[in-house]
């Protein structure tokens, strides 16, 4: 802390700039405006004028040099992207049941928040009893979702997918968004397959990577 510093307000040393002439011509910026749209009309008839005279190729007429294409939506449908994200399936196992464990990652990775899911235990003498547990409730809010994909990328089991090809319909209630396990397990991916190409291995099956029920102590 300096101590002796005179009090009172100190002394500013510059050079003092005038204050621009505010009058009404530069208040209502009429000048600039008439100013730019002089140079955008003077740009319009030179391009005109040298596209009229065949010195510069008109871009219009070029891009529809080779026809247009029209498509008769809904009857024709342009084919959609491999990577597009369509509305969600549950993928089946070989007996039919989901491939879902119910582990609730597709959920917690799920930015909207629009996935719920109550996990249930398989009956007794069902050999994924106490090994892993099902949804007894699946259920997803479309409407809420994002199309991220997370949960697709999340899934442990590759047991939901977006590859159905089909896009959100544009229901009248949101009632209608809500998709049940029941209506995710109906869908088919675009191959027309229920199931999923990556093999699954089932307690106790010999393809299982080393775990059965006994070695799991259940
Ligand atoms: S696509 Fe994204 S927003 Fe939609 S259910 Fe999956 S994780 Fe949630
Ligand atoms: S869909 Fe996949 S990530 Fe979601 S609960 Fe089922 S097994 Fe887990």
Do not use: W
Request: aromatic letters at 8%; proline letters at 9%; charged letters at 25%.
């Amino acid at each position: 802390m300096l101590i002796n510093q005179p009090l009172g307000p100190k002394k500013v040393v510059g050079t003092p700039i005038p204050r621009p002439d505010r009058n009404a011509s530069v208040q209502t910026y009429i000048p600039e405006i008439a100013k730019g749209l002089a140079m955008t009309m003077a740009h319009f008839f030179r391009n005109t004028k040298e596209m009229a005279l065949g010195q510069r190729n008109d871009p219009t007429i070029e891009s529809i040099s080779d026809g247009i294409n029209c498509v008769s939506y809904p009857e024709q449908r342009r084919p959609y992207a491999e990577r597009f994200r369509g509305v969600h399936r549950l993928t089946h196992r070989a007996d039919g049941s989901p491939r879902c464990v119910a582990c609730l990652c597709c959920s917690t990775a799920c930015p909207a928040q629009c996935i719920h899911i109550e996990p249930a235990e398989y009956p007794v003498g069902d050999s994924r009893r106490g090994y892993e547990r099902f949804p007894a409730r699946f259920v997803i809010d479309e409407l809420r979702c994002v199309f991220c994909g997370f949960c697709v990328e999340a899934c442990p089991c590759d047991a939901i997918r977006m590859d159905t090809g089909i896009h959100a319909a544009p229901y009248d209630s949101r009632e209608q968004f809500i998709f049940e396990k029941d209506l995710l397990m109906s869908f088919k991916g675009r191959d027309g397959s229920q199931l999923s190409e990556n093999p699954r291995h089932e307690p106790g099956d010999p393809t299982h990577p080393g775990v059965t029920r006994e070695h799991g102590g259940h």
